[in-house]
């Protein structure tokens, strides 16, 4: 079956710089998920997007932003790099938004990025 | 205060036995859903079950069961046959229905399977 696809998987960057992260999601999936993952931590979740419009927001830093294009693919934009920017980014897909409470998430490999 | 705490930081198991994983969860909502995640030591985070709060039966996917303690807002991760491929970092995750659509993590627990 058809995953998430992410690109690239890995990226370096020097500070400062800017970075794109692109997400393909899990074909019919109308909703996209970003989190970002610190060595040795747990997700913490970014922004989400249901039918090309944003749908919930964490703690994205403004530094970041994120869309949802026709074809359902989203891209992270990310600038201004920092050190603390280095991370595992996931991209995750869902069929709804989740307002029934089933919707399942399922994750892309990640794209992990190196700020130097 | 923690949303999803995981108690254990790191387990060791011998293969082919049965194996819990711990989990508790905080939430005021009376809708919500708890997920569980494997992300093995490549990085990529799979899906392996998921149970929501008005389900009245524990969920089960193969090898995996969830022991869900509604009152005591446990649901946690029983593994049956362990195998040497189930080493990996276990996340239990949260999602509160009426606050989004986000997924809330807890710290996981590093599950290591001895031959």
Partial sequence: AAGVIQSPRHLIKEKRETATLKCYPIPRHDTVYWYQQGPGQDPQFLISFYEKMQSDKGSIPDRFSAQQFSDYHSELNMSSLELGDSALYFCASSLGRGTSGKETQYFGPGTRLLVL | ?115
């Avoid at chain 2, 108690?7 to 293969?15: A, S």
């Avoid at chain 2, 569980?36 to 995996?64: C, H, V």
């Fill in chain 2, 1 to 115: 205060a923690q949303k999803i705490t995981q108690t254990q930081p790191g387990m060791f198991v011998q293969e082919k036995e049965a194996v819990t994983l711990d989990c508790t969860y905080d939430t005021s909502d009376q809708s919500y859903g708890l997920f569980w995640y494997k992300q093995p030591s490549s990085g990529e985070m799979i899906f392996l079950i998921y149970q929501g709060s008005y389900d009245e039966q524990n969920a089960t996917e193969g090898r995996y069961s969830l022991n869900f303690q509604k009152a005591r807002k446990s649901a946690n991760l029983v593994i049956s046959a362990s195998q040497l491929g189930d080493s990996a970092m276990y996340f239990c995750a949260m999602r509160e229905n009426n606050a989004g659509n986000m997924l809330t993590f807890g710290g996981g627990t590093r599950l290591m399977v001895k031959p």
